[in-house]
């Protein structure tokens, strides 16, 4: 039997026999769930290892890397900035990074890069996948690059470039990076154990992560998803576990607790209030969730429904059946999810990866028993 820890009140029941079920039937290393409700945590459990050798408990301060689930934060911060009257989500990419006008890339909205429609879903010429380290070179090569396909026509999902436009973006208008303003806005002020950029006093919270066997079905083969996963350089390499977990790239590197993650996505589901102060309007959280494109996506074999940077449940529905859900998953199997209908906010983490590309069966059980709970 797999020890379960953590709150759990016996309401829900049902999802502790789930989370207990993941484990026994070999499918969780280690695993947090956590949901907050009208502002509050009611449900925080954690069971498992936090290593392959399984000799480190996962505990409640373990860090899990979440990949792509790092986009909801990055939407946050963007928000944010709108919501503070810098920035709008209709204006152009260029009016704030004029280089990136290179290319016929002069008339992409923000909300149109942030919903996945710019083109930019990978590069396909050949390169050195260290060069993901270096944030200069990369963003300079986005500004010079033509688009995969004609923008605003479709969305292909951005796995990694996602977070160095978005960041670039957010630099360019605040002057701070994406992990910074994170830190100094967020994470340090409310105690929220969310990082972009992870310095080395945390690296031995962080837990170990056990990758699959295989890679997922894209279904596609197409030169997007080519660009996007499938090419050596399409992923950060070359360099060391170390300066990975310090790099700050806001598409798919955060390192968290499912607690900090669901107290964020609770706040959204929340009119925005998180321990009694406003960090985004109400009328902000409705306007980056709002649907920017529907539709069969180029790189993910789904059909998509797209915020301003958010994934919406209203087609795939990873996160219960509720239609103005939204959040993100990631590489692996964590997501983070809002639901401002029931006020509910949500977020999995683990460190045994699953090849499944959006709604993992392990958190959607979850999330599932959570709602019939409710």
């Known amino acids: 039997m797999v020890e379960i820890a953590g709150t759990a009140p016996s309401r829900f029941s049902a999802v502790t026999d789930a989370f207990a079920a993941n484990f026994e039937t070999g499918q969780e290393l280690g695993a947090r769930f956590t949901l907050v409700e009208a502002g509050e945590v009611v449900l925080d459990i954690w069971a498992g290892h936090a290593d392959r050798a399984r000799t480190k408990p996962f505990g409640p301060r373990t860090l899990a890397p979440v990949f792509s689930?790092?986009?909801?934060i990055a939407a946050l911060l963007i928000a944010r900035l709108v919501d503070q009257g810098k920035l709008a989500y209709d204006q152009t990419v260029a009016a704030v990074w004029p280089e990136f006008a290179q290319a016929g890339k002069g008339q992409i909205t923000i909300e149109q890069l942030l919903s996945h429609q710019g083109g930019l879903s990978g590069f396909p010429d050949k390169m050195?996948?260290?060069?993901?380290?270096?944030?200069?070179?990369?963003?300079?090569?986005?500004?010079?690059?033509?688009?995969?396909?004609?923008?605003?026509?479709a969305s292909g999902y951005h796995p990694v470039t996602f977070g160095y436009l978005a960041g670039e973006i957010f630099r360019r208008v605040e002057g701070r990076t994406m992990g910074a303003a994170l830190r100094e806005d967020l994470s340090v002020p409310f105690g929220l154990d969310l990082w972009i950029g992870l310095p080395d006093?945390?690296?031995?919270?962080?837990?170990?992560?056990?990758?699959?066997?295989?890679?997922?079905?894209?279904?596609?083969?197409?030169?997007?998803?080519?660009a996007a996963f499938l090419t050596p350089w399409s992923q950060p390499g070359g360099r060391s576990q170390a300066e990975w977990r310090r790099m700050e790239i806001p598409s798919a590197n955060g390192h968290v607790t499912a607690e900090a993650l669901?107290?964020?996505m609770g706040a959204l589901a929340g009119d925005g209030w998180l321990d009694g102060e406003d960090i985004l309007s109400p009328a902000l959280i409705a306007e980056?969730?709002?649907?920017?494109?529907?539709?069969?996506?180029?790189?993910?074999?789904?059909?998509?429904?797209?915020?301003?940077?958010?994934m919406r449940n209203e087609t795939v529905h990873p996160w219960g059946t509720g239609n103005q859900t939204f959040g993100h998953s990631g590489w692996g199997g964590s997501c983070a999810f809002a639901d401002p209908e029931r006020k509910l906010g949500g977020a999995y983490v683990?460190?045994?990866?699953?090849?499944?590309?959006?709604?993992?069966?392990?958190?959607r059980r979850l999330i599932e028993a959570a709602y019939a709970s409710l």
Do not use: Y
Request: proline content about 8%; glycine content about 8%; charged content about 25%.
């Open 69 to 72: 689930t790092t986009k909801a």
């Open 262 to 264: 669901a107290r964020l």
């Open 201 to 226: 006093s945390e690296f031995d919270r962080v837990c170990e992560v056990q990758r699959p066997n295989g890679l997922p079905d894209f279904g596609h083969h197409n030169e997007a998803t080519r």
């Open 128 to 153: 050195d996948p260290a060069e993901w380290f270096d944030w200069d070179a990369i963003c300079a090569r986005l500004a010079a690059m033509a688009p995969i396909w004609p923008p605003g026509t």
């Open 288 to 310: 980056a969730s709002r649907e920017r494109i529907r539709g069969q996506d180029l790189v993910l074999p789904f059909e998509m429904s797209w915020g301003a940077g958010f």
């Open 350 to 363: 683990m460190n045994k990866q699953s090849t499944q590309l959006l709604g993992d069966d392990r958190p």
